[in-house]
């Protein structure tokens, strides 16, 4: 067994030879990819830690023996198997609604930027990324419901933040997205923020070259009547660097502002 520290890239392209097989290690996740003769076997624990006790780095494991630890396993199957595997961070496949662990009370006629960490998930292609095995969050996550009533809303999924508004400040994790997001409070109160709904799916990905992996940056209004949002500005200061660094993924899906304006009536609870 051979073990390697990985303090900056944990994906990338990799080959396995048959019977062969690599594990990462997160802290919160443990997952392992087994390369039969005619299947692909995947294999991953979820671990419950704090916050404060996740990984500063990715440890990558060569093992092909003893993965009985393993409480999940996915196969697939095909009539030949091919020794490249492409490995890639991705946002959630839904709307994720983050909680701060303390109340933010923003003043009426202010704004502020904060910086939102969220768990990434661990996609996994083979045939040069045409083909999607599976995706695995790195972290678990609970579902959540978002809207004004049972009938109208969102299933999402539920996170907590700690939102922090000095970017020199960010903690660096390799498996997280951190997400800029301006709320601006054009209301004649305080705007309490107790939970924000950030649509993910509508986010590209790119990675920076202080090692941190960030989103679009989003602004998030709220007016006396309604809730708007939109993307990154490109005269932003985040946005004009963003440019600069190197995309990993796309967004999944457009920015729908009517349709999510119905939805939600809101991005605050």
Not at 9 to 28: K, M, P, S, V
Not at 125 to 149: E, M
Not at 182 to 210: F, G, H
Not at 219 to 228: A, D, H, M, V
Request: charged share 20%.
């Amino acid at each position: 067994m051979s073990q390697t520290a990985i303090k900056e890239r944990w994906w990338q392209t990799i080959h396995l030879e048959e019977n062969h097989g690599q594990t990462w290690d997160f802290g919160c996740l443990e997952l392992n990819i087994l390369r039969l003769a005619h299947e692909w076997q995947v294999r991953f624990n979820h671990i419950d830690i704090p916050l404060e006790a996740e990984q500063d780095e990715v440890k990558i494991i060569a093992e092909n023996h003893n993965l009985t630890r393993f409480k999940t396993l996915k196969r697939f199957v095909v009539a030949q198997t091919r020794s490249q595997l492409t490995i890639t961070p991705v946002l959630p496949d839904r709307n994720i609604v983050v909680k701060p662990f303390d109340r933010i009370m923003l003043l009426p006629d202010e704004h502020i930027t904060l910086y939102i960490s969220i768990v990434l998930w661990y996609r996994i292609n083979i045939y040069h990324d045409k083909v999607t095995l599976c995706q695995v969050p790195i972290r678990a996550l609970s579902d959540t419901w978002f809207g004004p009533n049972t009938q109208l809303g969102q299933l999402c999924y539920a996170s907590k933040t700690r939102a922090v508004i000095n970017k020199d400040l960010i903690s660096i994790k390799p498996y997280r997205g951190i997400i800029p997001v301006t709320i601006v409070n054009n209301q004649s109160q305080m705007l309490s923020i107790e939970k924000i709904n950030i649509p993910a799916p509508t986010l590209e990905l790119r990675y920076s070259q202080d090692g941190l992996l960030w989103t679009t940056g989003i602004t998030l209004t709220q007016t006396k009547t309604k809730s708007e949002i939109k993307l990154s500005d490109p005269t932003n200061e985040y946005s004009t660097n963003f440019s600069k660094w190197e995309l990993i993924n796309k967004a999944e899906t457009s920015l729908e502002e009517g349709l999510m304006s119905k939805a939600y009536n809101t991005f605050f609870s």
